[in-house]
């Protein structure tokens, strides 16, 4: 599987994006997939994930009630749509897989493949 995260850009703050991460490879909808961030001189953190038939999701607190993990498996899709958008969601996210028939974790060690990052910049 290999992954490209599109959709970053800059927003004013309590706008929103949308985040797409197209997967290529037969497996992917086998993967569990989770968004992550890191914003400069801080670790990646864990955002959002969602398991292979989409029936489990899981978000950090800090983006809970604002951004909505998606995937569509006919499009080998996931999609990150982020609302009311803080200066504190500034940073680069990444899309992961986690290979295969598992549930997504909250621990960037546990994903296999990533993708890379796409920029999101809020303003306030």
């Known amino acids: 599987v290999q992954l490209q995260a599109s959709g970053g850009g800059l927003v004013q703050a309590g706008g929103s994006l949308r985040l797409s991460c197209a997967a290529s490879?037969?497996?992917?909808?086998?993967?569990?997939m989770g968004w992550f961030r890191q914003a400069p001189g801080k670790e990646r953190d864990f955002v959002a994930g969602?398991?292979?038939?989409?029936?489990?999701?899981d978000y950090a607190d800090s983006v809970k009630g604002r951004f909505t993990i998606s995937r569509d498996n006919a499009k080998n899709m996931v999609y990150l749509q982020m609302y009311s958008l803080k200066p504190e969601d500034t940073a680069v996210y990444y899309c992961?897989?986690?290979?295969?028939?598992?549930?997504?974790?909250?621990?960037?060690?546990?994903?296999?493949?990533w993708g890379q990052g796409t920029q999101v910049t809020v303003s306030s």
């Open positions: 992961a897989a986690r290979a295969a028939y598992v549930l997504p974790t909250r621990s960037s060690d546990d994903y296999d493949i």
């Open positions: 490879g037969r497996i992917f909808g086998s993967c569990a």
């Open positions: 969602i398991s292979w038939d989409g029936g489990v999701t």
